[in-house]
Nanobody
Framework: QVQLVESGGGLVQPGGSLTLSCTASELPVDDYIIGWFRQAPGKEREGVSCVSRSEGGINYLDSVKGRFFLSAYSAWNQAILRMKDLKPEDTAVYYC?????????????????WGQGTQVTVSS
C-alpha cells in the first residue's frame, strides 16, 4: 500500500518562499505520477502541479506559473514543490497524491493515494 507523507508547510509572509516535500513509500512497480493539490477554506480542492517521468513538472493554475516549481528526486520517491513569491490567496491545505498512470492530470478522481495534507498560511 502506497503511503505519502507531506512536510514543509507553515506560516510565511507575502512574498516569501516555502518548500513542500512529498515522500512516498511502498511505490508501485508500474509507472506513476505525483501531483500536488490544495484546498482553501470553503473552496473545492484544486490541482496545482504534477510531475511525470515523460513530462517533467507541470503547473495547472495560471496563478502559480512562474512561482511554483515541482520536481521528483531520490529514485522518484520524493516530489518537491518549491513555492516563491507567495500570496495570501495561496493559503490552503496542500496535499500530494499518486496516480498509477504515465501522463499528468489535474483531476482528483484519477489519483489512487493521498497524503494527509500540510497547512500553508500566507499572512503578514
Amino acid at each position: 500500500q502506497v503511503q505519502l507523507v507531506e512536510s514543509g508547510g507553515g506560516l510565511v509572509q507575502p512574498g516569501g518562499s516555502l518548500t513542500l516535500s512529498c515522500t512516498a513509500s511502498e511505490l508501485p512497480v508500474d509507472d506513476y505520477i505525483i501531483g500536488w493539490f490544495r484546498q482553501a477554506p470553503g473552496k473545492e480542492r484544486e490541482g496545482v502541479s504534477c510531475v511525470s517521468r515523460s513530462e517533467g513538472g507541470i503547473n495547472y493554475l495560471d496563478s502559480v506559473k512562474g512561482r511554483f516549481f515541482l520536481s521528483a528526486y531520490s529514485a522518484w520517491n520524493q516530489a518537491i514543490l518549491r513555492m516563491k513569491d507567495l500570496k495570501p490567496e495561496d493559503t490552503a491545505v496542500y496535499y500530494c497524491a499518486l496516480a498509477r498512470r504515465t501522463f499528468c492530470t489535474p483531476h482528483m478522481d484519477f489519483y489512487d493515494y493521498w497524503g494527509q495534507g500540510t497547512q500553508v498560511t500566507v499572512s503578514s
